[in-house]
T-cell receptor, first 114, second 114 residues
Framework: DAKTTQPTSMDCAEGRAANLPCNHSTISGNEYVYWYRQIHSQGPQYIIHGLKNNETNEMASLIITEDRKSSTLILPHATLRDTAVYYCIVRSVIYGGSQGNLIFGKGTKLSVKP | DGGITQSPKYLFRKEGQNVTLSCEQNLNHDAMYWYRQDPGQGLRLIYYSQIVNDFQKGDIAEGYSVSREKKESFPLTVTSAQKNPTAFYLC?????????????FGPGTRLTVT
């Protein structure tokens, strides 16, 4: 089972920041937080990941709370092309066997509106 | 261009027939994965392979088979034993020897069995 909880859906106005929350209260010290998104009928796309520090790349920012029990993905200026399902995933840093595999929940469907 | 290709994009089969889905990558990645996605659901792991000539069952392997004879290829066979084969199938790869690592997804094959 997925180890994260996300809202089923969210709306955002075009040009505004989209803030997507994720709860992962059972995260352990050796688990990263990963975000992927899936545009309709396409394969998922990697966005960003983090362990405990906040992270930023050209696509988004990831804010992780100090206790690591929740995080927020921020798309600073959402466009219509950001409409997608966003998946928050916790993932072990230990590689081997089934550890390190991605476990997808249902994600948050973000609709960016003009 | 480097990437993952899946073919065909749409596939139709009669019930009782085996069907093989193609997945090829030229990213020189060690690990490859097969996922299944049903409407409105997240992805579920079918099989994964961390190295040539080795593969492991995922969460829903029953009714599926795979082979990994070459690093760049990881075909999935949907057998007649799979009770509900109609779904969107996604292949992914990752540079398994590096942690943390993200998975790169192909465009998917939508299989319809009637």
């Amino acid at each position: 089972d997925a180890k994260t909880t996300q809202p089923t859906s969210m709306d955002c106005a075009e040009g505004r920041a989209a803030n997507l929350p994720c709860n992962h209260s059972t995260i352990s010290g050796n688990e990263y937080v990963y975000w992927y998104r899936q545009i309709h009928s396409q394969g998922p796309q990697y966005i960003i990941h983090g362990l405990k520090n906040n992270e930023t790349n050209e696509m988004a920012s990831l804010i992780i709370t100090e206790d690591r029990k929740s995080s927020t993905l921020i798309l600073p200026h959402a466009t219509l092309r950001d409409t997608a399902v966003y998946y928050c995933i916790v993932r072990s840093v230990i590689y081997g066997g089934s550890q390190g595999n991605l476990i997808f929940g249902k994600g948050t469907k973000l609709s960016v509106k003009p | 261009d480097g990437g993952i290709t899946q073919s065909p994009k749409y596939l139709f089969r009669k019930e009782g027939q085996n069907v093989t889905l193609s997945c090829e990558q030229n990213l020189n990645h060690d690990a490859m994965y097969w996922y299944r996605q049903d409407p409105g659901q997240g992805l579920r792991l079918i099989y994964y392979s961390q190295i040539v000539n080795d593969f492991q069952k995922g969460d829903i392997a029953e009714g599926y088979s795979v082979s990994r004879e070459k690093k760049e290829s990881f075909p999935l066979t949907v057998t007649s034993a799979q009770k509900n084969p109609t779904a969107f199938y996604l292949c992914a790869s990752s540079p398994a020897r590096t942690v943390p690592y993200e998975q790169y997804f192909g465009p998917g094959t939508r299989l319809t069995v009637t």
